[in-house]
């Protein structure tokens, strides 16, 4: 519940207090924001690489926020209209999808008592319809169409387009790898051979 509260309000505070002094930082105007732009740009690659890396569902949860979020601080500093709208709806649509997440992963841990990758095995054979909310959200995660991610990050990606052409090379692999972190966590989790100790828990359908 602490990592909801987290993903889904505290993560948003910041990108809300920055959109609302970005008047301010209009009227400064003292280039910092290419520096921001920068930092968030290559810190949300970097984030997105580090995803791969993690074994723990609610570690990987948690990296795949902050790279989105990387993405709206840069839609922000661009202090243009198709980036604070986009910012905005995505900062929504992620609150939303990653709260989610964290519930499910809670729900697996509860019953599991671990949140490792290699044990949380096989769950669509005990768990069909978490699976299904799985699917939904890590498909929102990665902006599926009928999500507010994809609206966001059309905007977002639009906004810091029209800063620097530069900026396509590393929004693509942050897409791509949003993509890829997305299906790495679904198939590894609710796919392949389930571990034994599952027999002794309740289903969570």
Not at 131 to 149: D, E, T
Not at 166 to 187: D, E, H, K, P, T
Request: aromatic letters at 16%; hydrophobic letters at 50%; a positive charge.
């Amino acid at each position: 519940s602490g990592s909801m509260i987290s993903a889904g309000i505290m993560l948003k505070l910041g990108g809300y207090g920055l959109l609302r002094v970005l008047v301010f930082l209009q009227k400064i105007n003292l280039k910092l924001n290419y520096i921001w732009l920068s930092v968030s740009l290559l810190g949300g690659f970097y984030i997105s690489l580090k995803c791969f890396c993690q074994v723990d569902i609610k570690s990987l949860i948690a990296y795949s926020s902050v790279a989105h979020m990387s993405i709206v601080i840069g839609g922000i500093m661009v202090m243009n209209y198709w980036g604070f709208n986009g910012s905005y709806i995505l900062m929504i649509g992620h609150g939303l999808c990653s709260s989610g997440m964290f519930c499910l992963a809670n729900i697996s841990y509860e019953r599991l008592h671990s949140r490792s990758m290699y044990i949380n095995k096989g769950l669509m054979n005990f768990m069909p319809s978490m699976s299904l909310w799985w699917f939904l959200l890590l498909s929102s995660n990665m902006a599926a169409p009928p999500s507010l991610n994809l609206m966001g990050e059309i905007s977002l990606i639009n906004s810091l387009m029209s800063w620097s052409y530069f900026s396509m090379i590393l929004l693509v692999l942050i897409s791509f790898f949003s993509a890829g972190y997305s299906l790495y966590l679904f198939s590894y989790t609710q796919h392949g051979m389930f571990y034994q100790g599952l027999y002794s828990f309740y289903m969570g359908v």
